[in-house]
């Protein structure tokens, strides 16, 4: 019997494959390969896409956080903070420290692992410049309560959407910040990100600190920036993926919906929003099918035994990693967070992409059920 990978990029690319290879060749031909007509071209594009009015392309998801809150936080003092998620992916906190803004951790909802509104709330201090709320999995976080909040503080909101490209929840901070890497739910086939607000100051600002601080179209530096554009070949190829990403979407609530109602194993936790199986397939746009299991490890072992691939994410908290927790203290940043903690102990993700088949489908549902720890 066949493996089931995690991800297959082969397969997930092939509906796509002779459009992508006509976008290579017309970048080839073209003779531009950095801040050209493809690059301008899925900018419009891609804010069209999000409902937004600008687009500023980054070389990856970490640069696109960290131009974001370069150019939305201004003056940044010693002691300043921004509120972030105890779970998500390291990027998130580093773009904080990067700017010089010390992450000030918040617990998750136990449905989604995104950010807690009341979490934020009792976390908001006089020292507060912005908050990051993770879309984290494909789900949203509560951004639009957040970023009432934040209005009437003064304080900068960032949406690290890294996981999720059109979902239709998100979008009501000052600025969203994507990743284009390969494994998103649109993804490059290298690396990218960008920038995506309705603000046309901070638009600007961050197409210049994208581009060595420069102002567009001269060779004068206004700030301090950074060398991170988004090139014209991945552009040329997001373009492409662009076009079918809301039916890809769609396949992946389908593949949500088959877990969701199948999988029945009272030992393995289901994630999504909603009381029935449908709802909890339309509350999130699928990036990782994260489920939670006490026996992580027994889990994923059965599964590799059945030819079932899985991954974990995310096992280490970001203020367990050495360099946070060398700077501060394993509690000095996270404290109380123990639904973050939860998470970070029993998350397994199951496969979930566009071009598998139903059998590889009722296989995972089929494992997942004979599953006894």
Same mark, same amino acid.
Request: net charge neutral.
């Given at each position: ?60 998801? +970490? ?37 010089? +803004? ?20 009792? @976390? ?9 709320? #993770? ?5 949203? @976080?509560?951004?639009?309560? #957040?970023?009432? +909040? ?45 920038? #995506? ?37 991945? @552009? ?135 599953? @006894?720890?």
């Amino acid at each position: 019997m066949n493996p089931i990978p995690f991800q297959d990029f082969r397969r997930m690319l092939e509906p796509n494959r002779d459009e992508l290879e006509r976008a290579a060749a017309r970048v080839i031909r073209g003779g531009k390969f950095v801040l050209g007509p493809e690059t301008r071209a899925f900018e419009e594009e891609f804010a069209a896409f999000c409902g937004k009015r600008f687009c500023v392309g980054t070389g990856n998801g +970490l640069d696109a956080l960290l131009v974001a809150l370069q150019a939305g936080v201004r003056d940044v003092r010693p002691g300043d903070e921004a509120i972030v998620p105890a779970q998500t992916f390291v990027a998130t906190w580093l773009a904080a420290t990067h700017v010089g +803004l010390k992450p000030v951790a918040v617990d998750v909802d136990p449905q989604t692992g995104t950010l807690s509104e009341s979490a934020v709330r009792l @976390a908001v201090t006089p020292r507060t410049r912005a908050i990051v709320p #993770v879309h984290l999995f494909g789900f949203a @976080a509560p951004s639009a309560a #957040v970023a009432g +909040l934040a209005r009437e503080r003064g304080i900068f909101v960032l949406e690290d959407a890294a996981q999720s490209h059109g979902n239709p929840e998100i979008g009501s901070g000052d600025a969203m910040a994507f990743s284009f890497y390969p494994t998103k739910n649109l993804g490059a086939l290298g690396d990218g990100g960008a920038v #995506v607000t309705d603000d046309p100051e901070l638009a600007r600002r961050a197409a210049e600190l994208r581009d060595y601080g420069r102002s567009p179209g001269t060779n004068v530096c206004t700030v301090f920036g950074e060398n991170s554009r988004l090139d014209e070949m991945q @552009a040329a190829f997001l373009r492409v993926r662009l076009r079918t990403l809301r039916q890809e979407i769609e396949l992946r609530r389908k593949i949500a919906l088959h877990y969701l109602s199948e999988i029945v194993n009272p030992r393995i936790l289901l994630p999504g929003r909603g009381s029935s199986p449908e709802e909890k397939a339309r509350s999130g746009v699928w990036h990782l099918f994260p489920v939670r299991c006490e026996a992580r490890d027994e889990l994923r072992n059965f599964l590799a035994d059945r030819g079932i691939q899985t991954a974990t994410h995310y096992p280490e908290l970001p203020c367990e990693q050495p360099c946070y927790r060398d700077a501060h203290g394993s509690f000095g940043l996270c404290g109380e967070v123990p639904v973050a903690r939860r998470w970070a102990r029993n998350e397994v993700s199951l496969p979930l992409w566009p071009g598998m088949t139903f059998s590889e489908i009722q296989r995972v549902v089929a494992a997942c059920n004979e599953f @006894a720890g």
